[in-house]
């Protein structure tokens, strides 16, 4: 084979290697965007590996072939789901204008991404853990990370304003008053204007620990 023929030969094998790996991305993607769309629909118990495949377009060989198991399969959900999320969350702030690119635009963002179906997904799955053991520990650490990924992202967004030694312990806060007024959100939809008046309370506090002038 001449040098030409070889390097004809070796830039298709690498053409078709990136589009075999481009195939397997899309297809992994599927599979994980039907995975949070049935857990938002259907919670734990209702999501299976058969419903997620069928959503996704693929058969069952292939969700077995990426995800063998519907923990594994979850699990890499959560993960896709939390970085997509970082990413709109931030991108959502840069497009806010000057005047609302401050901590309480900040709040009104994220107050907005828990009534989120992919966040009500995750609140679905810490339900189930709740009484399932298997479940528990997987629950168990991706609540930890979302904490995580909203405290790195707020030093992001506010980096000279949050007190290192004080910032989990407020983001912890913060995200526990989130969820409880997102359970009752999911009831009555803030019917008589509760959860409105305690996220006003909460934007109060936060002036406090992030003066306006400090937000980029």
Known sequence: MSVSSRRRHGHHRHAA????????????????????????????????TTEVARRAGVSRG??????????????????????RQRLAYERAFADLPDDRRNVE?????????????????????????RTDETLRGLSLDINERVVQVILETFHRLFPTSLD????????????????????QNALDDDAHGHQAAVLTQLKSFARLLIPAETGE
């Open 164 to 183: 290192p030694e004080a910032a989990s312990t407020v983001i912890r806060t913060l995200f526990a008053t989130l969820i409880g007024l997102t359970l």
């Open 105 to 129: 635009g900040a709040l009104d963002l994220l107050w907005d991404t828990f009534r989120q179906a992919p966040s009500l997904a995750l609140m679905e799955l810490a339900m189930a853990a």
């Open 17 to 48: 290697s990136r589009t075999q790996e481009e195939r397997r991305a899309e297809t992994q993607g599927r599979l994980l965007d039907a995975t949070m769309e049935c857990l938002a629909e259907l919670g734990w118990s209702g999501t299976s």
């Open 62 to 83: 292939a969700q077995q072939h990426h995800y063998p198991t519907k923990m594994l399969l979850v699990a890499a959900a959560l993960e896709h789901l939390l970085e």
